[in-house]
């Protein structure tokens, strides 16, 4: 069965600090892997899309690795800011279909 | 602003009532989505449009019931709905085309449903 889990369920952590965010996939066949980020009571808004052949993809302070062999990915946020705070899901797409597998999220506060 | 509406953003109704969700895209794609999101539980796909016509449907109980005039436009109709359809409903849109290797979503902001 295709799933995502995510850990931790959700993060506490002090302005300025870093953290990061587990993904680990049960997805066959994998075709890429995304990261959303989902603010209190928005959409999901995409942060990094990787493919098999990527190990890692930066945008701005948020950095995502890959490990296709493990099936794992990693979200890390250098410098976190109060806008940080929001939900992180993954999401792995199983082929070019429609068919997105989607994490439960974590969900991110940052504290000043 | 992702270029997917819509509306209301929050909607309180009874079980016995009769409404609909609207959704707009201003990106030009031909996929639409519903999506719903519970609580603490992952999104979970309803419906999918591709050049209007449903190619997926999730296994969604006939309470709800879409619809996709054209490829701009999305609507569900809700019905008679129960306490636990409560949720975040989500639109989302895509360009669906074999030259795209990596289909990406974008969402609208949800509509907050409360069932009573």
């Known amino acids: 069965k295709n799933q995502v889990e995510q850990s931790p369920q959700s993060l506490i952590i002090l302005e300025g600090k870093n953290c990061t965010l587990q993904?680990?996939?049960?997805?066959?066949?994998?075709?890429?892997l995304r990261w959303y980020k989902q603010d209190t009571g928005r959409g999901p808004v995409s942060l990094t899309i990787?493919?098999?052949?990527?190990n890692t993809k930066s945008n701005g302070r948020y950095t995502a690795t890959l490990d296709a062999d493990t099936k794992q990915s990693s979200l890390h946020i250098t410098a976190s800011q109060l806008s940080d705070s929001a939900s992180y899901i993954c999401?792995?797409?199983?082929?070019?279909?429609?068919?997105?597998?989607f994490g439960p999220g974590t969900r991110l506060s940052v504290l000043p | 602003e992702t270029g997917v509406t819509q509306t209301p953003r929050h909607l309180v109704m009874g079980m016995t009532n009769k409404k609909s969700l609207k959704c707009e895209q201003h990106?030009?794609?031909?996929?639409m989505y519903w999506y719903k999101q519970s609580a603490k539980k992952p999104l979970e796909l309803m419906f999918v449009?591709?050049?209007?016509?449903?190619?997926e449907n999730n296994s969604v109980p006939s309470r709800f019931s879409p619809e996709c005039p054209n490829s701009s436009h999305l609507f569900l109709h809700l019905h008679t709905l129960q306490p636990e359809d409560s949720a975040l409903y989500l639109c989302?849109?895509?360009?669906?085309?074999?030259?795209?290797?990596?289909?990406?979503?974008?969402f609208g902001s949800g509509t907050q449903l409360s069932v009573l």
């Open positions: 989302a849109s895509s360009q669906d085309n074999r030259a795209v290797l990596i289909r990406k979503l974008f």
């Open positions: 993904c680990n996939y049960t997805v066959s066949p994998f075709s890429n």
């Open positions: 990787m493919t098999f052949s990527e």
């Open positions: 999401v792995v797409s199983a082929d070019y279909g429609q068919n997105f597998v």
């Open positions: 990106l030009g794609h031909n996929a």
């Open positions: 449009y591709n050049f209007k016509e449903q190619t």
